[in-house]
């Protein structure tokens, strides 16, 4: 989703594109309407265009509360010791077909030990919590 948008207020004026110092607005008239286009990978995010802009149309708040957009989800594989995640799905995936041999479901804890010392630490941390 675009940090970038413009709101009702907007009446195409066109001080933001006039104004961006980096080319990455534009507009185009077609037939009975006008249309402001942006363009992310211009945009150096200067918020020009948000103090130009008469109309207060410009909302730059994704860009200034800094916050993250979710871009992909993936399923995990846990331990199957512990049951802390270790590395998705995909990841395995990946790597059993390039090395043509099984992943171990194994976290850094429980990699290479032996069934006992997997027991014992599992028996420690119970009693711990
Ligand atoms: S400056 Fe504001 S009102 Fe004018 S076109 Fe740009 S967003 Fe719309
Ligand atoms: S933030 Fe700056 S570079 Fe991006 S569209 Fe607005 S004026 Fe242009």
């Known amino acids: 989703m675009s940090f970038f948008k413009v ?17 990455a607005l534009n507009y185009f008239d077609e037939k009975d309407s006008r249309k402001i286009l942006h363009n992310m990978s211009l945009c150096a995010r200067c918020g020009h265009c948000w103090r130009v802009c008469p109309q207060d149309a410009v909302e730059f708040k994704y860009l200034l509360t800094g916050r993250f957009d979710l871009v992909k989800t993936l399923d995990l594989v846990h331990c199957r010791v512990c049951g802390e995640p270790v590395y998705t799905v995909s990841f395995g995936d990946t790597v059993s077909s ?8 194994l976290c ?13 630490k599992l028996a420690s941390r119970r009693a711990s919590q």
């Open 7 to 23: 709101n009702e207020n907007c009446n195409g004026c066109l001080a933001c594109v006039q104004n961006c110092p980096a080319s």
């Open 98 to 105: 390039s090395t043509k041999k099984d992943v171990e479901a």
């Open 108 to 120: 850094p804890d429980h990699k290479g030990s032996k069934p006992v010392d997997v027991w014992k």
